[in-house]
C-alpha cells in the first residue's frame, strides 16, 4: 500500500475541518451555528470537492481508473460513475 492510499482517505475531510474551525474562530461562532458550520464545511469540501477531483478521472482516465479499483477496463460503467461524481459534487459545493 502507497501513501496515497494511505493519506487519501483523509485529504479532503481534513482541510474542510481546519476550514471549519478557522470560520468558527474568525466568525466568533457559537451553539448551534457553530455546529451548522462543520457540517456545511464538510458537505462542500469533504464530500462535495472530493467528488468533483475524482470524477474527471473516470471521464478521461477510465481504463487507469478501472484497473485501480478492480474493475474491467473499457466498461461503461466508469462513465456512469464520473458523471454521477461530477454532478454530486456541483450539488455537494452549492449547498
Known sequence: MGITE???????PLPALVNA???IHTGKSSGAA?????????LAVGWGVSLLY???????????????IGRAAGSPFQR????????????????
Open 54 to 68: 475524482g470524477g474527471p478521472g473516470h471521464l478521461l482516465v477510465p481504463d487507469r481508473v478501472a484497473a485501480s
Open 34 to 42: 457553530a455546529r451548522e458550520i462543520v457540517p456545511v464545511w464538510q
Open 21 to 23: 474551525a478557522i470560520h
Open 80 to 95: 456512469e460513475v464520473g458523471i454521477r461524481d461530477a454532478a454530486m459534487g456541483i450539488g455537494a459545493c452549492s449547498a
Open 6 to 12: 494511505l493519506v487519501w482517505p483523509v485529504s479532503f
